[in-house]
């Protein structure tokens, strides 16, 4: 895997950002930039350019190139700021989660107006601005979402500054990696998703070195895609294990990612509500109530329609992935290591089934005669279905992980990762 230590190795792929951005707008060196030999690469007030990027890579550095270079016209709290009351104004969805949080849009525009980035974050938001048209708008509705579910919840200012902060870098570790897995239509092979799974903590390390920020913010950014009972990255954490922030930035970047789609509201109402105790019962609540009140007014629901084929092999594959655990576990040749592993495994995949007969999924297989189902039953199956089949190829996508190189040589564990991932 790269080296992602700021100062260690310039990063290929932060790199090939920086040499892109460059092409648009000026990025200079604020200092000379030496190797660790005491070689000059750039001097200080030099612009950066595509013919450094051998000279870049193929050295270590004295210190981080993120700590040595700047860029015109950098992303600042004024223009985050900004964007979100944009993103509220446009967003009914939005604009109702804030409504009903207590939080006011010049409440909002104050949080944001306060943070302060340092020169290597500021870098960092310019090219997730640059490198992607809705790069800033969604840390913008992030760290929006984040203050909604602090202000609803009562929380300290401290906290909400911590939120907000996190909520706006949660995702900078992902200019570290390559884009190309970020950008994939496919479901990605353990072996990709290893490569990705690290960007809240390639983020914290970030923070930590180069941005001048409360502790808290660097921990809330490592947390935010861990779930309160234990099925989140990179480290499971369970209750009473991660921060208040990091909880609030992972239900907000869950609840941004479903903004821009059909029926926003009654989507995130439906992810939180598939396997219950993700997420804080205070960002639920929100959420909920939020898609009863905008519901009635909301564009009338996006039906696809699926068939009864899909849930049919949902189910047989989550059936026969449980019974080939349990036939592993019985085996007794596992390594005790393993042993732990393969009966989480099997916990969680008991809890995805009792979610998938708790959601009414399984009623749709058992129901051949009568009325059909009705548009919103339809709407909630297709959500329902979708939420379930992720969680079936994350928890295969962990054991395969976990185990490495041991799984070639535990008899029918390859067969138990194909039913789920």
Known sequence: MTDHRPGAVVNEHYLDKVLALSEEVGVTATEDIYDTHGNKLLAKGAQVSRRLQERLIVHR????????????????????????????????????????????????????DALAFSPPLAMMLTMIDRGDPNGLRHVAEVATLALAFAAHAGLAPDVRRTSAMAGVLHDIGELYINPELLRATHVLAPEEWAHVIVHPQIGRLLI???????????????????????????????????????????????IAGLLHEPNPLQRADMALKVI?????????????????????????????GIGDDEIIQLSER????????????????????????????????????????????????????????????????????????????????????????????????????????
């Not at 104004?89 to 104050?110: D, F, K």
């Open 208 to 254: 930590q070195d180069l941005g001048d920020c409360s502790p808290a913010v660097a921990i809330a950014v490592a947390e935010h895609h861990e779930r309160l009972n234990g099925t989140g990255y990179p480290r499971a954490m369970v209750v009473g294990q991660s921060s208040t922030a990091g909880q609030l930035v992972a239900g907000a970047e869950l």
């Open 61 to 112: 550095l004295r210190k981080p190139i993120e700590s040595c270079i700047a860029v015109d016209g950098a992303v600042d709290a004024s223009s985050l700021a900004a964007c979100a009351t944009r993103a509220v104004e446009e967003s009914a969805a939005l604009g109702a989660i804030l409504a009903l949080s207590g939080l006011t849009g010049g409440a909002l525009r104050r949080e944001l």
């Open 318 to 421: 989550m059936n026969r992935a449980t019974e080939l655990a349990a036939q592993i576990v019985r085996s007794g040749a596992v390594a005790p290591k393993h042993l732990d592993l393969l009966l989480r495994t099997r916990e969680r995949l008991a809890l995805v089934q009792r979610a998938f007969m708790a959601t009414g999924l399984d009623m749709r297989i058992a129901v051949t005669e009568g009325a059909p189902p009705s548009a919103a039953e339809i709407f909630e199956s297709e959500l329902a279905l979708r939420e379930i089949s992720w969680r079936v190829r994350d928890i295969g996508r962990d054991l395969a992980l976990q185990l490495g190189p041991a799984r070639t040589s535990i008899k029918d564990v390859e067969g138990l990762l194909g039913l789920m991932c």
């Open 276 to 304: 219950s105790g993700e997420h804080p019962r205070t960002i639920s609540a929100l959420m909920s109530q939020a898609s009863r009140k905008l519901g009635g007014n909301d564009v009338g629901l996006d039906v696809a």
